[in-house]
């Protein structure tokens, strides 16, 4: 390492990766974890997250309804695409998995983001035979669409989840004033484990803790109902501004704490399950 830049290393370095730093390196250290012989992933793009999961996986099949992400088979050599709708796809593909004996070790859900069509992939992981034990990372579990759709499904219920966090790594809240996607909610990881051999009387939640999501909504409508008598304070201002100051204050420390314990408490739920 002392050779060359941590910027040099892959997990950084890629400029079309979809993800943030700290998702990336969550991503990278479950997949040093799972070691998958057989992963999915559901919207490619450009091909950031790709890339590292089939750097760690035998083979992988990458579902996209772009066309041209089929392209990228001439750089990642143990990659399969499959190009149209996940609908019909994603449930094909892990049916011919479960007939041949396969098994999917690791799948990453970052393809159709409506609210449909996030449950429809979800249930068709979840709920196939060639899933039995796979760890499944979720992309975008802040943005109000996908993780109302998450949330719909009550996974925690599902008798093959073992584990659920919505906030495995948090998402964030994009500034009122950005030119496109102002007081959007996007990013944050989450992450599901199905295991119906392991899963105890309830799977392992973060339940302490305030849902990030619920807290960007909430940090959202206090900025909205304050500019009415005038627009909020940029980040520097805000920094040194007396927390008490309204409602915004409250939410936006409410805010921090819940991402800032996200992590920290996913060793101690792990620790507890193992005790039982």
């Known amino acids: 390492m002392t050779d060359r830049s941590a910027f040099d290393l892959d997990v950084i370095s890629d400029p079309l990766w979809q993800m943030t730093y700290g998702e990336r390196f969550a991503l990278e250290g479950l997949l040093t974890q799972v070691r998958p012989a057989l992963a999915i992933e559901t919207g490619t793009a450009q091909g950031g997250s790709l890339r590292r999961i089939a750097a760690h996986a035998r083979e992988v099949h990458a579902f996209d309804i772009v066309p041209e992400v ?3 088979g001439s750089e990642i050599f143990n990659a399969t695409f ?51 034990r796979t760890v499944v990372a979720f992309h975008d579990t802040a943005n109000d669409e996908v993780r109302a759709a998450l949330e719909s499904l009550n996974l925690p219920a599902h008798p093959k989840v073992a584990l659920c966090m919505w906030d495995f790594v948090p998402g964030y809240l994009v500034v009122r004033d950005h030119p496109s996607y102002g007081h959007a909610a996007w990013n944050g990881l989450g992450l599901v484990v199905l295991d119906d051999a392991a899963r105890a009387d309830s799977p392992v939640v973060m339940d ?31 920094a040194s501004a007396e927390p008490a100051a309204g409602i915004a204050g409250s939410a936006a420390r409410t805010m921090a704490a819940a991402g800032a314990g996200v992590i920290a408490g996913v060793g101690a739920a792990l620790l507890a399950r193992r005790k039982r």
């Open 70 to 72: 089929a392209e990228l």
């Open 82 to 132: 499959h190009i149209g709708d996940s609908a019909t796809l994603l449930p094909e593909v892990l049916g011919e998995f479960a007939a041949t004996g396969q098994h999917v070790d690791f799948a990453l859900v970052d393809g159709d983001h409506s609210y449909e069509g996030v449950r429809r992939d979800t249930l068709s992981i979840v709920d196939a035979d060639a899933c039995r």
């Open 208 to 238: 302490d803790r305030y849902s990030v999501a619920e807290v960007y909504q909430r940090v959202r409508r206090a900025y909205e109902e304050d500019q009415a008598g005038g627009a909020p304070p940029g980040p520097a201002q805000a």
